[in-house]
């Protein structure tokens, strides 16, 4: 019975693994430690494996873990990463780099076209901000061969929301894909919040609109502590203050958390153990974690009706991610963001499409649709050439040329490098022809 349970979800394992980069096993699921043992012993993979321990960890000993357990499994496995050791007890900085870069450099010579790297209790590597962060900066890098497997306790403190909505990760509890909310419901809340990132940035609680936040840094704050869900003062210090020296962004970030809590009249960030988070006992609705659910379960390959919950993505995209506001975490979620709603632009376009070409004399609806649905997306994205491109084919496609050419020529106003888009070139080439 078990054997065949762990078959079937070494299959489910394929079929979701099949464009992931990151694959999160449940923390609760009963089988994870038997789908790891399956996967190493798995002759249809190429499969590396790193174990980790309680021993106390910092960047180096994370290194030296992944370099020893990898060399035992790859002979060659080293040989770049091994110019990292000059900088130990030197520079850090300049030792994470090289260590990052060498690391990169090994994993790009193992042969094999899908690789499975396995990090098995990862949380014990993952107890500080540094090896968090050097974890963090390695995965994100890794060849597109490369699936890497977190094993563990608890979920990582990665933003892997947002590699989510990149089709990047993907949370596995047994044989089927996590959809369900990844936020706290406390079971007796003492309050609620509603906070809304997809647009200009909205919070209210309790139905009340907090307006009062003296400055746009405690607001920024609470959406970054709610969107990682649990993080440290160093995660605050990286995001908002990395030009100032420790103690300054230390003073800078109390004085924000004070604000942040006079906003709300009580402490809504509370502090354990080194880690902040939103206070356990608030129930908690956010927008961009329910729009995550609704593109994870969109893209579940179970899912029947894909084209429900691509259309709640569009209707809780309210626009850009915070906008208005421009740290660089915040542009990298919005990116993020932005390629989900355009993944479900697009779906739902080419359904609208086959539609009409299944019956074009009755769904004349249908191609209108799809016009309607490529001309607010390029409203919302209109420096993207592939978008522009989808919009121009279809109305060459339906005869309306003036319109194409109208969409081209102010996407090569605003995108001068639209010109010479190989795609951009042929559809400018077929109207000509006709």
Known sequence: MIETKIHDIIGKFREYS????????????????????????????????????????????????????????????????????????????????????????????????????????????????????????????????????????????????????????????????????????PEAPTGRLDIFALGPGFVFFNDELITDWEGHLPRLLLFFAVDRGVITRDDFHRAFWGDLSDAQATNVFHVTKRRLHRAFDFEVLEHQNGTYRIKPSLLINYDAFEWTQALIRAR??????????YQRVLDLYRGPFLKGHDDHWILTRRQDIQAGYLEAVRFLAERFEARYDADPN???????????????????????????????????????????????????IRVPAAKRDPRVKAIVKAMKSV
């Open 362 to 412: 009755h769904n004349q609806s249908a191609i209108e649709k799809a016009v309607a649905l490529y001309r607010e997306a390029l409203r919302e994205v209109p420096e993207s050439i592939e978008l522009g491109a989808d919009t121009a084919e279809l109305l060459v496609r339906l005869g309306r040329r003036p319109e194409a050419v109208e969409v081209l020529a102010e996407l090569e």
């Open 18 to 185: 099949e464009h992931a980069r990151v694959v999160i096993l449940q923390p609760d699921s009963k089988y994870r430690t038997a789908l790891t043992a399956a996967l190493l012993n798995d002759s249809d993979l190429t499969t590396l494996y790193v174990p980790f321990s309680s021993e106390t960890f910092d960047e180096v000993t994370l290194f030296d873990r992944i370099v020893d357990s990898l060399s035992a499994q790859t002979s060659s496995f080293g040989i770049h990463a091994s110019a990292a050791n000059a900088m130990i007890g030197k520079n850090m900085g300049a030792f994470r780099k090289a260590a990052i870069e060498g690391l990169l450099k090994d994993f790009e010579q193992v042969e094999g076209d899908r690789i499975v790297l396995i990090l098995d209790d990862y949380d014990f590597a993952a107890a500080t901000d540094s090896t968090i962060r050097f974890l963090e900066e390695l995965i994100v890098k890794f060849p597109d061969r490369y699936i890497t497997v977190f094993n563990g306790r608890s979920q990582p403190r990665f933003p892997w929301v947002s590699l989510i909505a990149q089709t990047r990760a993907i949370i596995l509890d047994d044989d089927r894909v996590v959809t369900q909310a990844v936020q706290h419901s």
């Open 300 to 309: 579940d390959l179970s899912n029947e009706h894909p084209e429900v919950d």
